[in-house]
């Protein structure tokens, strides 16, 4: 790929007080294809069509803005709260190829698309907090952390794809939400570390809601890949100068993957599975 994008951008910041900040920013940027996207030849998978690439395909130009309220109430905490928009053209998706013999799916530039959401981050340290005479002097040890965000997306329906859509159903809609985008994010992680006896731990989670995964054709509802969460552990243990024991503990709820639609109010799975826990035990050297 030879090609020159002017990519302009421009941030400004106000400082409230010492410790708190007002943000305001625009960027443009691009999304060029992956590989398997741009190229000329059909990719197989055992649960859903044959996906073809497309070698005009085209990137993605995308304006972003973003708003952010941060402050920060002493070192290693953080309490912000955003606001952001992407106004994107030409965005990469999949359309079903109407033309094809068997369900085949190819990559396709949409016509448009945009993205806009709030979000809200906190991140907690109680070692400023706690008194070394304490008797509680051990939560000095642990920290917290928690962000979440809610997203409004929508893109436009290819036009090959909504006039065969129409054939089926007239009242069609010319939209869907953006391609595997979740219309909500939460992650949160409680952390601990300890230098003088070398231990450093912490358990996180996060969960999404359901995202757009595979398009589907006339009247057939497209199929989401339902909310699941994840939680998993760290643990890492100094024994000496040069070696360091580590244990992790990963998926531990092993939720069901789903993949499903709805059509008139009835659910559908397309598939589902459960991808099982994880666990592994690591020995490292350092020299």
């Known amino acids: 790929l030879k090609k020159t994008y002017i990519l302009p951008s ?17 960027g443009r940027t691009v999304a060029r294809p992956t590989f398997r996207e741009i190229a000329p030849f059909t990719t197989f998978s055992f649960d859903q069509p044959p996906v073809k690439g497309n070698p005009l395909l085209d990137r993605t130009l995308i304006d972003n803005l973003d708003l952010k309220w941060e402050t920060y109430p002493n070192m290693g905490e953080v309490v912000s709260f955003g606001l952001f928009y992407k106004n994107m053209y030409n965005p990469i998706g ?16 949409l016509p448009s698309a945009s993205v806009a959401g709030v979000e809200f981050e906190f991140k907690k340290s109680f ?9 509680f002097k051990w939560l000095s040890n642990f920290n917290i952390g928690f962000n979440t965000s809610y997203i409004y997306s929508v893109s436009k329906i290819e036009t090959a794809e909504l006039a065969a859509r129409r054939e089926v159903d007239p009242n069609a ?28 731990m912490n358990i996180s989670y996060n969960v999404f809601g359901k995202r757009l995964v595979i398009t589907s054709q006339g009247a057939l509802s497209d199929i989401y890949e339902q909310s699941r969460q994840a939680l998993n552990f760290v643990l890492a243990k100094r024994i000496s100068e040069k070696f360091k024991i580590s244990f992790k503990a990963q998926n531990l709820l092993n939720p069901e993957t789903k993949l499903s639609h709805e059509f008139r109010g009835e659910e559908y799975v397309y598939s589902s599975f459960r991808t099982g826990r994880r666990v592994s035990l690591g020995l490292n050297y350092t020299f």
């Open 10 to 26: 421009i941030q400004a910041k106000y400082a409230i007080n010492k410790r708190t900040n007002l943000r305001l920013g625009y």
């Open 94 to 109: 999949q359309a079903y190829v109407p033309q094809a013999a068997n369900t085949e799916i190819q990559m396709v530039n």
């Open 127 to 135: 070692a400023n907090r706690i008194n070394t005479e304490s008797a």
């Open 173 to 200: 809609s010319e939209t869907r939400p953006l391609f595997a985008q979740s219309p909500f994010l939460i992650n949160g992680i409680v952390g601990y570390k300890n230098d003088s006896i070398g231990l450093a």
